[in-house]
């Protein structure tokens, strides 16, 4: 591991012959190389392990959603009850009462994978009234409650203290289109003819929910002094180009500069299809620090890694190019020939390889070796 100063600069302005590994959940990675389950790894054991075998990891302060706001809401409440399916799956079941009605929401959680959505709290207007009032409440206790965002800050703190202080820090933040309409709450196919029927309610939340993140989020995040702000907002194979142009893009751009003007780098996580998004300029407006994840199909549509990241410029850096699929089952030869054909598409570009949308706990070790040996033995490894 090179190291938070290191990172940071090859980040800014780095040797783009330089490689530097990177999985999107190292807890897991590393607990998949070393054959032991995460729970059973500290932070400071991964930042130690991740040193050794040459991977980068960053240290999750924290995030948060509307839900970790309820506990200060005295109105409202969240019932859970979990089963447990024979193959070992855990499916949790939630009711979230609110004055205006209560919502339900199930998922899944496979023992390989994280939970997953089967049914959202919102599935057609008829829970509208009570989303609404779940959305204004919380975002107002967010911002005038004192003891939640010293809570926050508490356990920023805590995460801060996991790792030394010789790891790149991260705090998460989200685009408000992207809260409202992520499977936290909604379906995407529900999302969208929600967002169309009802625009003025959905902007309505969207303006509150940007002033929460301005007074709470991001200044938490700038008290924690993280190097990185962190935000995800899904590809073309969810939203369309007119609502990016509409809500993302300005959205996206309030959000990087917000913290490029307090000298913070941002980094963009987009799952799925983006290769729309590369040729259309989208990214040329957004400008993060750092984007990711340039999967291929089948869960991306990056056909031409050289085409894209060369449309992307110098300017931004990327991440990933290697598909969860191909480390958790694929061969160790397919393995090595993916890491190459992601180097050889990258070159003279900063790009750190790993996973794009995270990845399965279980990913075969010699898998994981395999990406860091081929980049080691290209001597283009970040030492």
């Known amino acids: 591991m090179a190291g938070r100063k ?27 190389y070393y054959k032991v ?88 207007e008829a829970d509208l009234p009570a989303f609404e009032y779940f959305v204004k409440s919380t975002v107002r206790t967010a911002v005038e409650d004192p003891h939640f965002k010293q809570e926050l800050l508490k356990k920023g703190r805590e995460n801060k203290g996991l790792m030394s202080g010789d790891v790149v820090t991260v705090w998460g933040t989200w685009t ?36 929460k993140d301005k007074a709470v989020m991001l200044a938490v995040g700038d008290e924690l002094d993280a190097d990185i702000f962190m935000t995800a907002i899904n590809g073309l194979e969810w939203y369309s180009p007119s609502l990016y142009e509409k809500y993302m893009i300005p959205q996206g751009r309030c959000l990087f500069r917000w913290g490029h003007d307090r000298g913070r780098m941002s980094w963009l996580h987009t799952c799925g299809k983006m290769n729309g998004l590369i040729k259309n300029g ?28 060369s449309r992307l410029g110098s300017s931004i850096v990327t991440r990933g190019g290697m598909n969860v699929e191909v480390i958790f089952s694929g061969t160790v030869e397919e393995v090595r020939k993916q890491t190459h054909r992601i180097l050889d598409g990258t070159r003279g570009y ?34």
């Open 6 to 32: 290191k990172l940071l600069d090859w980040i800014k302005n780095g040797d783009p012959d330089i490689v530097p590994v990177m999985f999107g959940s190292h807890k897991d990675i590393i607990a998949s």
């Open 37 to 124: 389950k995460p729970e059973e790894l500290t932070m400071k054991q991964v930042e130690e392990e991740a040193k050794k075998i040459g991977i980068e990891v960053t240290n999750s302060l924290g995030s948060m959603t509307l839900f970790d706001v309820l506990p200060y809401c005295p109105d409202m409440r969240m019932e859970t009850r979990e089963e447990k399916l024979d193959n070992g799956t855990v499916r949790t079941f939630r009711t979230l009462y609110t004055p205006k009605g209560e919502m339900n929401d199930v998922r899944e959680k496979p023992p390989t994978w994280e939970s997953a959505p089967k049914e959202c709290f919102v599935k057609t």
């Open 176 to 211: 408000p289109i992207f809260e409202l309409t992520c499977t936290n709450f909604v379906m995407a196919d529900a999302a969208i003819f929600l967002l169309y029927d009802h625009t003025s309610l959905f902007e309505e939340l969207m303006e509150l929910i940007w002033e």
């Open 282 to 309: 989208t990214y040329d407006r957004l400008r993060p620090t750092v984007l990711e994840s340039l999967s291929s199909l089948p869960l991306g549509d990056i056909d031409d890694m050289k085409e894209a990241r």
């Open 350 to 383: 900063r790009h750190m390889i790993g996973d794009t949308n995270g990845h399965f706990y279980g990913d075969p070790p010699e898998n994981i070796k395999a990406v860091i040996d081929t980049v080691r033995e290209r001597g283009q490894a970040f030492s």
